[in-house]
């Protein structure tokens, strides 16, 4: 079913990535808030392609941490519930400090297809992205119509700000390289943290890709406080705005699926 990511490490248009093995190479880093009907499933089928997944239980009431550990996760635990980008944060840097190259972002909640992960590394191989983003913006029919609607305004209000069109930013099925990671200013620690590390890599100039993803939804209940959250990424936004275009970089560029890339100050502005 699942083409073997250690055969994905072949030469190509970026040479660098010949010695890549995915499965050793890459960690998978799991933010949860009492996820425990859904992530022993979601570890046990991403184990499958990569060795190392570290579930970030972020004071989850629920057994999470204990479940991951069975499945066959390494968990960190904050004590109480801190952030998806808090947890985040605390994957990254300890994926780093073991020693990999790349992290691989998915939630715990079963809504990220295990299936798709070889097109993240596909992906990254093909354009040399240090990011690289789920899409569920091609195919959105199973997603419910208030997110399809909300994302679509959030995903136009950061691509204006970025200067380039970015189709999916609120995704968190993600691919970023480490290395990258530690040069951007990323400091959200709730749900605005897809916004806030979208647009740190395209102001630093770095190559951006997405990938086509299912969309899995269920009959669970969003973590995302529709009041709360909606005025924490307002405020975000407008600090974002602020900094205007004195922090995008001429070399800033967006990639499909495909591997095109179309420069921020060329036929990508928006807006």
């Known amino acids: 079913m699942w083409e073997n990511p250690k055969r994905l490490g072949q030469p190509g248009i970026y040479p660098h990535f010949f010695e890549m093995n995915w499965m050793t190479q890459c960690a998978v880093v ?3 808030l009492n996820e425990g009907a859904n992530i022993g499933q979601v570890v046990n089928t991403a184990r499958r392609l990569v060795n190392t997944i570290f579930v970030v239980d972020d004071g989850s009431q629920d ?5 991951a550990k069975r499945a066959g996760a390494e968990v960190l635990r904050h004590p109480v519930p801190r952030g998806k980008g808090a ?3 605390t994957g990254w840097a300890h ?3 073991r020693g990999f190259r790349w992290t691989l972002m998915m939630d715990g909640d079963g809504q990220h297809s295990v299936e798709d992960i070889p097109k993240f590394f596909e992906s990254a191989e093909r354009t040399g992205a240090a990011l690289v983003v789920g899409n569920r913006m091609e195919k959105p029919e199973g997603m419910p119509p208030v997110r399809r609607l909300v994302n679509r305004w959030m995903s136009q209000r950061i691509s204006s700000l970025a200067k380039m069109r970015l189709p999916d930013s609120q995704c968190g099925f993600r691919l970023m390289n480490l ?3 530690v040069d951007l200013s990323v ?3 709730h749900f605005e943290i897809e916004s806030d590390m979208l647009l740190a890599v395209a102001r630093r100039g770095d190559p951006i890709a997405f990938v086509p993803i299912a969309v899995i939804y269920k009959d669970e209940q969003s973590k995302i406080h529709p009041v709360r959250d909606t005025v924490r ?3 975000w936004w407008w600090r974002a705005g602020s900094v205007g275009e004195k922090a995008l970089t001429p070399a800033s560029s967006c990639r499909t699926a495909e591997g095109e890339v179309v420069p921020a100050w060329e036929g990508n502005r928006v807006g």
């Open 30 to 32: 799991i933010p949860c």
């Open 63 to 67: 057994g999470t941490g204990a479940i």
């Open 87 to 89: 947890a985040l944060q």
């Open 95 to 97: 994926a780093r400090e």
């Open 179 to 181: 290395d990258t990671r």
């Open 187 to 189: 400091n959200a620690g």
């Open 233 to 235: 990424w307002v405020r």
